[in-house]
């Protein structure tokens, strides 16, 4: 089982519509949880981090994280072609830990 | 906006030959972090520093690979000899002490082995 499991892709939505992706890690006790963005030939860029259960926003994002499931996903509203992208998502166990990446989805927002 | 400085930006190589990467995280940024990313997939962790001590090395391929933080500031990731497998990105990424803060990456580095 990999650490980071997220949903494959490619992910198409209409310019407009919400983009759900979603994330699962492997180790329970993983405490703090990331949402970065990149895109074709750059670096990752941090958009969300979140660190207990529920939601967290920020504009037009959301993340949501239910460690009971071992489970996180980041919502983007009125989605733009702009936020075509490939969305990583990133765990970090411990303290002095690393952070595991999962393989990322690919979103793309048609116009 | 402070950040992460890697050079250079683009490395082409012969397999066999040996080939260097440096990376100077942001001022005052004790973890640096050097990641290996193939095309189509995330990044992966090769090591990773804490000042100038090596916390976590465990996926680093040391028969070929190292790494070097000598004075807890700037880094160099050499790799002797170089594999077609090894044609990448490699990204360098720091982050302050605390457990929650976030890591904050560099340009990268594009290496083609041929």
């Known amino acids: 089982q990999k650490e980071v499991e997220q949903n494959s892709g490619p992910l198409s939505v209409p310019e407009g519509a919400i983009a759900s992706l979603n994330c699962t890690y492997s180790d329970r006790v993983s405490q703090s949880f990331f949402w970065y963005r990149q895109y074709s030939g750059k670096s990752p860029e941090l958009i969300m981090s979140i660190y207990s259960n529920g939601d967290k926003e920020d504009g037009r994002f959301t993340a949501q994280l239910n460690k009971a499931s071992q489970y996180v996903s980041l919502l983007i509203r009125d989605s733009q072609p702009s936020d075509s992208a490939t969305y990583l998502c990133a765990v970090k166990v411990r303290s002095g830990s690393r952070l595991t990446f999962g393989e990322g989805t690919q979103l793309t927002v048609n116009p | 906006e402070a950040e992460v400085a890697q050079s250079p930006r683009y490395k082409i190589t012969e397999k066999s030959q040996a080939v260097a990467f440096w990376c100077d995280p942001i001022?005052?940024?004790?973890?640096l972090y050097w990641y290996r990313q193939i095309l189509g997939q995330g990044p992966e962790l090769l090591v990773q520093?804490?000042?100038?001590?090596?916390?976590?090395d465990s996926q680093l391929p040391k028969d070929r690979f190292s790494a070097e933080r000598l004075k807890g500031v700037d880094s160099t990731l050499k790799i002797q000899p170089a594999e077609l497998g090894d044609s990448a990105m490699y990204l360098c990424a720091s982050s302050l002490e605390a457990f929650n803060s976030p890591l904050h990456f560099g340009n990268g580095t594009r290496l083609t082995v041929t």
């Open positions: 520093f804490q000042d100038e001590s090596v916390v976590d």
């Open positions: 001022s005052g940024h004790a973890t």
